[in-house]
T-cell receptor, first 114, second 113 residues
């Protein structure tokens, strides 16, 4: 079956612009996670969704970052007024439930802020 | 908070050599432990996992044992191949009800023919 998909695969933007990153999880997976992979910080958790609600947003680095999930499926991560330090690979993962279940990762969106 | 520490890379080995990548963790509660692998140009893939103490995860010739007494989850393979060249990440899943993963910094493995 289809895995986790993300779009776009690459995004180049200018400092100060807003960007939207999309994640389509595996069908039926109720848990969805966003992570960020950058050279300086490694792999960091950003936000967790269970269904459409986000009980853990503790990894969002600033109020310029927000995310939503609709219909218990697609999720969008929005970065407002992008900064150069936002340049990273943004990864989405889904699992059939929270807790100890295996997370399946998408290919990521590589974001470059000029 | 919870954390994962991996041995620094890069690790360079000849084909058929024995591999160990050390991983230790700090956690409250009883986390699950994972090894993920990222091949060049590809996304993160689960390699193996263990959900409780003394469990051994294994896949593709790789093994790791969940050692609660030493808070470790070292990755081993008896005979590496060139195709094993990748970045390996150790991770734990918090025992809270979110399941978010805490990753180590990653270890780059290069296997030469």
């Amino acid at each position: 079956g289809a895995g986790v998909s993300q779009s776009p695969s690459n995004k180049v933007t200018e400092k100060g612009k807003d960007v939207e990153l999309r994640c389509d999880p595996i069908s039926g997976h109720t848990a969805l996670y966003w992570y960020r992979q950058s050279l300086g910080q490694g792999l960091e958790f950003l936000i967790y969704f269970q269904g459409n609600s986000a009980p853990d947003k503790s990894g969002l680095p600033s109020d310029r970052f927000s995310a939503e999930r609709t219909g218990g499926s697609v999720s969008t991560l929005t970065i407002q007024r992008t900064q150069q330090e936002d340049s990273a690979v943004y990864l989405c993962a889904s699992s059939s439930d929270r807790g100890q279940e295996t997370q399946y990762f998408g290919p990521g969106t590589r974001l470059l802020v000029l | 908070g919870d954390s994962v520490t991996q041995m620094e890379g890069p690790v360079t080995l000849s084909e058929e050599a024995f591999l160990t990548i050390n991983c230790t963790y700090t956690a409250t509660g009883y986390p699950s432990l994972f090894w993920y692998v990222q091949y060049p140009g590809e996304g993160l893939q689960l390699l193996l996992k263990a959900t409780k103490a003394d469990d051994k995860g294994s896949n593709k010739g790789f093994e790791a044992t969940y050692r609660k007494e030493t808070t470790s989850f070292h990755l081993e393979k008896g005979s590496v191949q060139v195709s094993d060249s990748a970045v390996y990440f150790c991770a734990l899943s918090e025992s809270s009800n979110t399941g978010k993963l805490i990753f180590g910094q990653g270890t780059t493995l290069q296997v030469k023919p």
